[in-house]
């Protein structure tokens, strides 16, 4: 069964930091493209970070550039979201996704999907 578990999401004030983490099973992470992507109340679902297996290249999106960093543990099959410097403006829910070896950081490309984890920043 494949399946993609989130945990990490949390309440931080501004300027603070956050870790998701995003356990795979039932299939192996590393031959996948992985992502994540949020949606904050009344907007659509947006493409945060993203990296092909392919060639591990990695796609931030330019509100987040240079605060948040996505990676994966291959021994573990799970993949991470650092977050730094947190603004109001990053509140949503948070899912990580899994898909073809060659996705772009679009939400088609993306087949499989966690739960969601909400990460609220507020002072």
């Known amino acids: 069964q494949v399946q993609l578990v989130e945990s990490g999401g949390g309440l931080v004030q501004p300027g603070g930091s956050l870790r998701l983490s995003c356990a795979a099973s039932?299939?192996?992470?590393?031959?996948?493209?992985i992502g994540w992507f949020r949606q904050a109340p009344g907007k659509e679902r947006e493409g945060v970070s993203c990296?092909?297996?392919?060639?591990?290249?990695?796609y931030y999106a330019d509100s987040v550039k240079g605060r948040f960093t996505l990676s994966r543990d291959n021994a573990k099959n799970t993949m991470y979201l650092q977050m730094n410097n947190l603004k109001p403006e990053d509140t949503a829910v948070y899912y990580c996704?899994?898909?073809?070896?060659?996705?772009?950081?679009?939400?088609?490309?993306?087949?499989?999907w966690g739960q969601g984890t909400q990460v609220t920043v507020s002072s």
């Open positions: 039932g299939f192996t992470l590393d031959y996948y493209a």
């Open positions: 990296s092909r297996s392919s060639d591990r290249s990695t």
């Open positions: 996704a899994a898909g073809a070896a060659g996705s772009s950081c679009v939400e088609a490309d993306f087949g499989s």
